[in-house]
């Protein structure tokens, strides 16, 4: 459920996965950047598992952030196949992931910009950030707890709701990094009452890729006192080519959702209204392979209110623990194809129903990204959870915990 416009803007180190995954096929402003410092680091440990040996990070200038004036940085990992990801410190935000064709061509597959000026003045909505401190929407923009209640900006739904954290979230925020030897650790210190919301936060993101392609992000937090906590990343993805920028470019991507027999209904400003609704025979019913341009159009209420899909699914046999397919979408042009795991409960479809505006910039390829160019698979707690009596989860972070979440994007031919 993503602002897809905002003219204000931008592992677990388990070796062994659990059993449920192991049947998945793993594996502008054109601001001048200019490499300020520059160091490459060559990952060769034997403490390290097998499948980051080889691991290389370099680090480079992204850009100044207008409001701080501060540095915006940009790591790049890249594995020993030629696979990278390129990851922001300004909004803890991965901004290209380049993994082969089914001919071995190297390309990436995520929108987004070469600097940190339209992440933070004009971006695509979100596009491959950290998202927080809550993600999706929140009824009213208030919730209750404790007895007390916390009023947050509206900033979605003509000031009905409030969305991915506000204009203010952590995707707009300067995160500090951390190079481990087998990925980088951003770390960002939200000050109680920051956004509207409670408690100082000590969140982290963790992003590590493998030579299998795979890349973990594990959300870490702990707080100081109860506060709501349902981080998640905002990557539009186009296996086809993130150059492949043209409206319904995604049509062609085939899409199973093998996990989630349910979704959860939206009222007429997509909050969901606490009802559950089987997808079987519906158009949202992703059981079995589809391609999104074959259901897209279907008549349905529920698509019309989203503009396309826009939509929270269950995932079915959910333990918090267990990292569960959520999604596998595949490219017939390139082969590519991604599988998403998480140990969340639901997650986000989103089909880009909502790009294209005419004051969007032009993104690193040179041009627009349009209309149903992409499509986002976002883990999450239920949205508006909080204020839902029926769903269980409220993305409640207690004083002295750890929240401790991971998804998984692993690409494969």
């Not at 086809?240 to 996990?259: F, K, M, Q």
């Amino acid at each position: 459920m993503p602002i897809d416009f905002n003219p204000h803007f931008a592992f677990n180190t388990n070796k062994h996965m659990s059993q449920k995954i192991v049947h998945s096929h793993f594996v502008a402003d054109n601001q001048p950047v200019k490499d300020t410092f520059s160091k490459s680091i060559t990952v060769s440990d034997s403490t390290i598992d097998s499948n980051y040996d080889g691991i290389k990070i370099d680090k480079k200038s992204f850009g100044k952030i207008q409001k701080t004036g501060e540095d915006a940085t940009l790591y790049t990992i890249t594995n020993k196949n030629g696979a990278s990801v390129d990851l922001s410190t300004f909004g803890a935000t991965i901004t290209s992931i380049k993994v082969p064709d089914k001919n071995g061509k190297i390309i990436d597959v995520t929108q987004g910009y070469d600097n940190v000026t339209p992440y933070e003045t004009s971006p695509v909505g979100h596009a491959g950030g950290t998202i927080g401190p809550v993600a999706n929407k929140i009824n009213n923009g208030e919730f209750t707890i404790n007895g007390k209640t916390f009023e947050l900006e509206k900033n979605k739904d003509n000031g009905k709701t409030h969305c991915h954290g506000g204009s203010e979230g952590f995707d707009v925020k300067n995160w500090k990094a951390n190079i481990l030897k087998d990925g980088i650790e951003f770390t960002y210190i939200k000050k109680d009452m920051e956004g509207g919301y409670p408690a100082n936060v000590d969140a982290k993101v963790i992003y590590k890729f493998d030579n299998d392609n795979n890349l973990h992000i594990i959300y870490k937090a702990k707080s100081d006192a109860d506060t709501l906590i349902n981080m998640t990343n905002h990557t539009y993805f186009n296996l086809d080519g993130a150059e492949n920028t043209a409206e319904n470019s995604v049509y062609d991507h085939i899409v199973t959702l093998p996990n989630s027999s349910l979704i959860t209904e939206n009222n007429e400003i997509a909050i969901p209204t606490g009802k559950i609704l089987k997808v079987e025979n519906t158009p949202f019913d992703f059981k079995t392979p589809k391609k999104i341009g074959d259901v897209i159009n279907s008549e349905s209420d529920q698509l019309k209110i989203g503009s396309g899909f826009d939509q929270n699914y269950i995932i079915d046999n959910y333990d918090g623990k267990t990292l569960i397919k959520a999604a596998e979408v595949e490219s017939p042009k390139t082969g590519i194809k991604l599988d998403v795991l998480t140990n969340l409960p639901g997650f986000q479809f989103y089909s880009a129903n909502h790009l294209g505006k005419t004051t969007q910039p032009n993104g690193k390829h040179g041009s627009r990204y349009e209309k149903r160019s992409s499509f986002c698979v976002e883990p999450q707690f239920f949205p508006n959870a909080i204020n839902t009596p029926s769903f269980n989860e409220k993305g409640i972070l207690k004083k002295g915990e750890e929240y401790n979440r991971e998804i998984v994007y692993s690409f494969k031919i």
